[in-house]
DNA sequence: TTAGTCCTTCGATCGGCGCCGAAGCGTCCT
DNA sequence: AGGACGCTTCGGCGCCGATCGAAGGACTAA
């Protein structure tokens, strides 16, 4: 008798460490070749291409060749959300040695999540938009108040826009570090893509991690208050 | 360097079948002994005591002993969240048997999902709310109108305690079986909780399938203008 | 065409883990 | 008390699947 969803095959697929790693990886929302996953995962071409081929197999990721290379990304963001809602209940993890809890340290600070911000910086913000009444908290939801509409207006985020999207608006996502929420959804994508534009901060290549560059920092503490 | 959730172990609890049938069993939202969800896995008790350890372990699950029984249910909402945001993702069981079919035939029409009403039922009584003006979209969220805050009223649910819980007042939830939207959080299991007492649907033992009562049948269709 | 990447397929190896039955411990019925 | 029941621990078997190296196809740049 088949009553129940069948989770053992998809779980599987994120259950072998180098594919789990892998999914990790891509979550940072850009699109990887086969070798560069292979040497994330620390295993051979060969093994890396058995992997992807399942994930692809399994829906999970979606290839795209462009010459001789393979770009895999995330399947689609039901893929990425059941990821995040999975990470939450994986306790963070500890880094034993130095050069593990230095990278550590700068992804707890700021890092992509998908598609918008999460982290110190990513709660820290959510925190401050709250604070000075430019959002307000709604459920697991955020709405944008009078004071907000501008606010955005003045940082070049279009609000319309956000909200035609065919996806949650302003999502409360809980984050995976710090394991109080950050914003997601169409206008935490929106926020995190104006301060790339100002390059208030920079993506790392390859990587999830996200710098604070000077001018950011300057102007997040003028904008909004905060210190770091 | 660690730089990322570790999926693989959560997942790798997941990814064993047997323990995939028991979460899915325990998704129902009751708790079930260790001999109810060996028999549901069909496997020995023996390996069944060996899965619920370690999903107990890995703080999947939570046990409580009563006497010579013990009683595993999900270890808490995040858990539930996981697996069901996980069941988007795998496609809808085919059903090659007769017996699994009719099985599956009315897992379809109704079933709890936690603790709230998936299913045919869940999905058609969601748009009932919308079209009657008793609820109205908003995001991921649904808002109470005017009007609704009457009908709620008087079908008895209190929505001001449904305000007040600590979680997500009327969260919208993809139907793993439908994949269309159904209403869960705090309104959702209320509401369950009121078609229950009324006994206007009945909870199956062991199973998530309800059934779907002569009285409510005609209630609903009186209330809700919902036939079946 | 030729050389150099990128990636996959194939074949063989090996280790981990699920599986069960038997035995043991604790709890409940009479 | 005695016996039945619920569940766990232990020991040994067996299998699935991850792993790698080597070889082959695909594409690019000269």
Known sequence: MIRHPHFAPIAALIAEPPRAVMLAELLGGRALTATELAAGAEVAPSTASAHLAKLVAGSLLSVEV??????YRLAGREV???LETLGVLV?????EDPFERAALHELRFARTCYDH????????MRCALLERGILREDGVEHRVTGRGEAWFAAFGVDLQAARRAR????RRC?????RRPHLAGALGAALLGRLVDRAWVTRRCNERALDLTLAG????ARELGLRF
């Open 217 to 220: 920092r300057s102007a997040l």
């Open 117 to 124: 911000l999460a982290g110190q910086l990513g709660v820290a």
């Open 91 to 95: 306790g963070p993890p500890l880094g």
């Open 66 to 71: 462009q010459g001789r290379h393979r770009y």
């Open 174 to 178: 809980l984050d995976w570090t710090e």
């Open 80 to 82: 990425a959300r059941a």
């Open 167 to 170: 996806r949650s608006f302003a």
